[in-house]
Structures are given as C-alpha cells and as structure tokens.
C-alpha cells in the first residue's frame, strides 16, 4: 500500500524549533518531487515547500523562506522540514505530499502532523 | 491571501448539480494545469481532479473538472450526503515559483 506517515510534530515557544519527517511505503521515494503543505485553524491549505527527486531543486512560499528547510534522505526513504524561528502563525496540520511532474498534482497525503506555537 | 479565488461556500439538495469556480491569472491557470482537492471533515486533503479534468482512479464520474483562460470549474452533478467537504483547486504559479491553493469551498448538501 502507497503511504505517508508524518511525525515529529507537538508544542514549540514563539522563536523554537521543530523537525518534521515523513516516511514514505509502498513506492519508491527516490522518484518523485515531494512537498509538505499546511492546515491551519479555520484557514484554508497552505503550499509549503517542494523539492525534487535529486534535491537539486528546492521551492519555499514566501512565508517560511528563511526559516524553513526541506530537504530529504531517498535511503531512508524519507523526507523533513526543519523549521526555526517558529511563529504563532506557522501552528497548523502539516501534510508530505507526493508530487507529480508536469501538472504538478499531489496525490498521496499523508494524515499530518501537528505542529501548535505558543507560549 | 491567495491568488486563486473561490466562492466560500456552495450547496445543493441530493442529486442537484452543484459548480464550484475558480479564478486565477495567467502566470498560474492561465499557463498552467489545475488539480482539484476534496477535504472530508478531519480528514487529509485527496486529488479528486488532476490536469483540468482527469479522474485519478476511484473517483466517481459524477465529479469533472474543466479550465478555460484564467479560471477553472468543479461540477459534482447527481450530489450525494458523502460529498459534503471543502473543495480547494490548485495550481502552479510561475510568478511565485510555488504551487497555490484556491481560498477552498465548503459544499453542504441540504
């Protein structure tokens, strides 16, 4: 069965840090662009990041960039965000999700993590 | 705030057809292939349409999807309980390097 399984989220004070990881089953992680999006409360989806299958290539949206860092292990078959200098506005479910070339659809997500910033 | 705009809420009675918009620009629909996302209640968010109009498998015809210039449409003909959710169309924008969701619509079955 194809899955996603994040992990790594909780309580983080205003200016913290948090590490998120998503495992990847069932397919071959090394072959495709992932992305991590988020949910916040009463807020609709937010993309987050990107990055390829090689690394070679790496998006942010501009709310995390500088703060944020994708980055993935294919031997491991998994993929992270590190994430300083954490905010109230940054609590929210986040979601790894496989990427597709081209179009650019993401389809398979995993259930999320998540992450509440709060003194 | 995005920079795909939808209607923030749509409804129908069961077996109603009910269409859900979506307004962009042209560095995002207008150059590139919109996807469409279903969120059930607590749920993770799922493609229900990918590249303007195609089903991945499993989805049920009764979902199409369509794009035309700089806006795209979700129509769920013969609406049924189950499909209460948030619907959020998506796309790349070429401006932004980044993949943008729409401001999502929550579809309530009377």
């Known amino acids: 069965e194809v899955q996603l399984v994040e992990s790594g989220g909780g309580l983080a004070q205003p200016g913290g840090s948090l590490r998120l990881s998503c495992t990847a089953s069932?397919?071959?992680?090394?072959?495709?662009?992932m992305n991590w999006v988020r949910h916040a409360p009463g807020k609709g989806l937010e993309w987050v990041s990107y990055?390829?299958?090689?690394?070679?290539?790496?998006y942010y949206a501009d709310s995390v960039k500088g703060r944020f860092t994708i980055s993935r292990d294919n031997a491991k078959n998994s993929l992270y965000l590190q994430m300083n200098s954490l905010r109230a506005e940054d609590t929210a479910i986040y979601y790894c999700?496989?990427?597709?070339?081209?179009?650019?659809?993401?389809?398979?997500w995993g259930k999320g993590t998540t992450v509440t910033v709060s003194s | 705030q995005s920079v795909l705009t939808q209607p923030p809420s749509a409804s129908g009675t069961p077996g109603q057809r009910v269409t859900i918009s979506c307004s962009g620009s042209?560095?995002?629909?207008?150059?590139?292939?919109v996807n469409w996302y279903q969120q059930l209640p607590g749920a993770a968010p799922k493609l229900l349409i990918f590249?303007?109009?195609q089903r991945p498998s499993g989805v049920p015809d009764r979902f199409s999807g369509s794009k035309s210039g700089t806006s795209a449409s979700l129509a769920i003909s013969g609406l049924q309980s189950e499909d209460e959710a948030d619907y959020y169309c998506a796309v790349w924008d070429d401006s932004l390097n980044g993949n943008v969701f729409g401001t999502g619509t929550k579809v309530t079955v009377l």
């Open positions: 069932g397919f071959t992680l090394s072959s495709y662009g």
């Open positions: 990055i390829s299958s090689s690394s070679s290539t790496i």
């Open positions: 042209g560095s995002n629909i207008g150059s590139n292939a």
């Open positions: 590249s303007n109009n």
């Open positions: 999700a496989r990427g597709r070339t081209g179009d650019r659809r993401m389809d398979v």
